[in-house]
């Protein structure tokens, strides 16, 4: 749509407040926006004077507009919000985080037991605290809230007619101290809500009125002459502030506070949250923003903060930022600190979304190793001439056997994917059809069997295959695609292991890479990656087995006897340099044939 289409229909779009919809040619929903006034807002884009790149191809792709009046601009906010987090239009601001943080929930029971979940049920009726984006943080305070407040783990029916007739029986967490026994009626519903509200306040960082309560009943313990009842809360009461004391507390004098803070560079936002209760931190959280379009810092954050208060679930009337923004609820203050606690909050905020911003970069530089996405991808298509492969290899597989004496066969497989390492694509083989030490076969089957599956499920094929090993292994590996009929489907090549020469099926001379070429680097790092992979998983099956298989396979020793034998290789020191006869004295004649016969065997 240009600027003269929209001229012909402007006088259809009214003066009011509300929010705008473009579609496309496709009539795909692109963009979503809000406005006090619609046809000032929209008009906008039209206008000559208005610049941005990206913007402009937005206008361009606008086919159709639809827009609905709302009665003030904060209904018009929520209603912005609410079409873009259903439908995630092409054009606006993605806030979808595609992390599952852990909750708490209070599970919807006569007696709630209280876990962690990843999976928020909205219709199952249960309390579910949180977000929370530190998980092994929401692990160690699960555990600090079951040695405040006893409450049960099993999940029994805790039904009033269940307990009245006495279906159950109270378990150790109950002698243990742990629960209280409402399975038996020896606790009821609401000395155990009691609890329940105590979590939640533990949970909410008001801890104040946990110490308050625990300090009364230790008084009334000690009155009554119950002293280790009375050492026992005490002690709860010490872990209640030694944990606060560890909390980042900022000030007691602080009430509930939503703390937010933003740095922009291009078109990349970074916004850190702090979740403020009872003067205590009890969330933080920083997140990554991409503008589609060229859209205001103001706006970016304004857009950010309804979603993470939002997504944590926040009832904060306050929030603290580094400058005023026009924010479509009345009812929220916003206040810009200059001093004390809250400028204090403020810098810490700022702290946080610089150290994330540095990390978000010091990351991308590992994970490239040194090289863009771009000198990346030149190393791949150098591959391809340097191979003169038939396709430029984006995704890549290599093999590789291990074995013990020729005990505990198996082979491995890498994955890599546009130059980085596919882990979720790995696989190793357990070796079935395959005796003693035979790496050609072992390779065949490994193929096949690779290979094999791929076809089965219509899986997307790599470009190379590489078979560590040279040039028996690589003949092995070609039989296999042969027997399958996808010879010629994929390039296929062998990597001696000594001169690092690159074989191809059926030519005599080798290919040699410059030693210190990208090319060569690459498939160096492809290469050590299988080893460390097969040699890892090749371990541990052999740590297995090894001896505890050997023994067990030989003829007529049994299950006692062979437990027995585990014993003597254990204890027996220099075995191999023992004597049979020495060996008589120690085990008895037996004993000492098999052991001796079996270890100078191979084992």
């Known amino acids: ?63 159709h507009i639809e827009f609905t009046i709302v009665d003030n601009e904060h209904d018009a906010f929520l209603l912005e919000n609410a079409l873009i987090k259903e439908y995630q239009p092409k054009y606006n601001i993605n806030l979808k985080d595609d992390k599952s943080y852990p909750y708490i929930v209070l599970k919807r029971e006569p007696f709630p037991r209280v876990f962690i979940t990843r999976k928020k049920m909205v219709k199952d009726g249960s309390e579910y605290i949180g977000p929370f984006t530190n998980a092994l943080m929401i692990r160690e305070l699960l555990i600090f809230i079951k040695q405040m407040v006893p409450l049960r783990t099993c999940k029994l029916a805790l039904t009033d007619n269940n307990i009245n007739k006495g279906k159950f029986k109270v378990c150790l967490e109950y002698h243990l101290g742990n629960c209280k026994g409402p399975c038996e009626g020896l606790q009821d519903k609401a000395d155990y809500q009691d609890g329940i509200q105590r979590i939640r306040d533990i949970v909410k960082g008001n801890l104040g009125a946990i ?28 872990a209640l502030q030694n944990y606060q004391s560890k909390s980042v507390v900022i000030s007691n004098h602080l009430s509930s506070l939503d703390v937010f803070s933003i740095l922009k560079e291009d078109n990349i936002a970074y916004i850190n949250y702090l979740m403020v209760q009872n003067g205590t931190i009890i969330q933080t959280h920083t997140i990554k923003v991409e503008t589609k379009i060229e859209e205001e810092e103001e706006e970016v954050l304004c857009q950010t903060i309804f979603h993470l208060r939002d997504m944590f679930n926040s ?56 090289k863009s996405d771009m000198e990346k991808l030149k190393v791949l298509y150098d591959l391809k001439e340097n191979l003169q492969l038939s396709e430029v290899p984006r995704h890549i597989e290599c093999f590789d056997n291990s074995n013990f004496q ?3 066969p198996v082979s491995a ?103 210190d070429s990208d090319g060569l680097k690459f498939i160096r790092r492809v290469r050590d990656e299988v080893h460390r992979f097969g040699i890892t998983f090749h371990r541990n099956q052999r740590s297995k087995g090894t001896f505890k298989n050997e023994l067990e396979d030989i003829k007529g020793i049994g299950e006692n006897t062979a437990v027995e034998l585990f014993k003597i290789f254990k204890s027996v020191k220099n075995i191999k340099e023992q004597s049979l006869e020495e060996l008589t004295k120690i085990v008895g004649k037996s004993k000492a044939k098999i052991v001796f016969d079996h270890y100078h065997s191979g084992l």
């Open 413 to 515: 497989m890498v994955c890599f994917k546009e130059g980085e390492p596919s882990k979720k694509d790995y696989r190793h083989f357990n070796v079935k059809t395959v005796e003693g030490i035979n790496d050609f076969a072992t390779m065949k089957e490994a193929v096949y069997r690779r290979y094999k599956r791929l076809k089965e499920e219509e899986q997307p094929l790599p470009q190379l295959i590489i078979i560590d090993g040279g040039k028996g292994q690589l003949g092995s590996a070609v039989e296999a695609l042969n027997e399958l009929g996808m010879m010629g489907l994929m390039n296929i090549v062998g990597l001696a292991k000594n001169e690092e020469e690159i074989f191809f099926p059926g030519d005599s001379q080798s290919v040699k890479l410059g030693y």
């Open 1 to 63: 749509m240009n600027a003269e289409q929209f001229q012909q229909l402007s006088h259809t779009i009214p003066l009011q407040p509300g929010i705008y919809k473009y579609f496309d040619s496709s009539n795909e929903l692109i963009y979503v926006g809000k406005a006090k006034s619609l046809r000032k807002r929209i008009a906008s884009y039209f206008s000559k004077t208005f610049v941005g790149q990206k913007t402009h191809e937005l206008v361009k792709r606008i086919n």
């Open 315 to 370: 009832t904060s009337t306050e929030l603290l930022l580094p400058y005023m923004i026009d924010y479509p609820d009345e009812q929220i203050k916003i206040t810009i600190p200059k001093t004390g606690d809250k400028k204090k909050l403020l810098d810490l905020s700022l702290k946080n979304v610089n150290y994330y911003k540095d990390e978000i970069k010091k990351k991308k530089i590992l994970r490239l190793e040194g």
């Open 211 to 238: 110490i308050h309560q625990f300090k009364g009943e230790m008084l009334e313990y000690a009155s009554n002459l119950q002293f280790e009842k009375a050492e026992m809360i005490k002690k709860k009461i010490e």
């Open 406 to 408: 020729g005990s505990y």
